[in-house]
């Protein structure tokens, strides 16, 4: 049973290690009040990576003193062709969204190896017989 809950938590940790990670580089929420989950080259924040971006990237290029939304994907300032590859070799890509199916998994897989650990530092109690 302890061996059973253990690759139940380590199988449910890796399924969302494993997912599609985003960054906020913004650091706020969008209209509906939750962080977006951008995709690198998406500069409108709009969930995919389109002619919208590139112009953007291709209106701001050789600028210095710019930000996510101008282009500058890389965060070094100033948009360049390092913006440029990264809008092309994304462009066309969505972003994707874990399902909540996932971090319910991995919830279930956590609790169950906190609940493993801690029995397992508690000693057993021995009844004696009076």
Known sequence: MRHCL???AIAA????ASGNVRADVSGGANDSG?????LLGDA??????????LNTVLEYYNQTGV????????????VNGADLTIVLANFGKASSVPEPSS???????????????WRRRRPARRHEAV
């Open 34 to 38: 939750a962080l977006p989950s951008l």
């Open 13 to 16: 940790i890796l399924s969302v």
């Open 6 to 8: 253990i690759v139940l």
């Open 44 to 53: 409108d924040k709009s969930g995919l990576v389109d002619q919208a971006d």
């Open 67 to 78: 930000t996510w939304a101008d282009g500058d994907f890389n965060l070094d300032g100033t």
């Open 103 to 117: 971090i319910a998994l991995f919830g279930v897989g956590a609790v169950s190896l906190l609940a493993f650990l």
